[in-house]
Nanobody, 125 residues
Framework: QLHLVESGGGLVQAGGSLRLSCVAS????????ISWFRQAPGKEREAVSC????????KYVDSVKGRFTISRDNAQNTVYLQMNSLKPEDTANYYC??????????????????WGKGTLVTVSS
């Protein structure tokens, strides 16, 4: 089966850090640009960051710029989201998703080929 598995979520105090991981199973990530999404209770899902297949191009939504860093290790078939200076408003389920076989990523494109089931991040004030 082809799927993505996220890990690394948890409870952290405001100002703290977490690193999320997204591992692919059944396929290799190196041909797929990847996005991280989040969805808070009662809110729509939003894309927060994406990365091209090479890792050279990264994009961030304004609310996380300077605090979150996306990276990838294609040899480990893994994409990461380092989250620093966390705020209570970052509380959400975080999902990784893979585009179809394409190099570039786009934060406005939610038409993904594979989705993970998510990992919960809770930031206390």
């Amino acid at each position: 089966q082809l799927h993505l598995v996220e890990s690394g979520g948890g409870l952290v105090q405001a100002g703290g850090s977490l690193r999320l991981s997204c591992v692919a199973s059944g396929f290799t990530l190196d041909s797929h640009a990847i996005s991280w999404f989040r969805q808070a209770p009662g809110k729509e899902r939003e894309a927060v960051s994406c990365i091209s297949t090479s890792g050279i191009t990264t994009k961030y939504v304004d609310s996380v710029k300077g605090r979150f860093t996306i990276s990838r290790d294609n040899a480990q078939n893994t994409v990461y989201l380092q989250m620093n200076s966390l705020k209570p408003e970052d509380t959400a389920n975080y999902y990784c998703a893979a585009f179809g076989v394409q190099i570039a990523c786009d934060l406005d494109d939610y038409n993904m080929d594979f989705w993970g089931k998510g990992t919960l991040v809770t930031v206390s004030s």
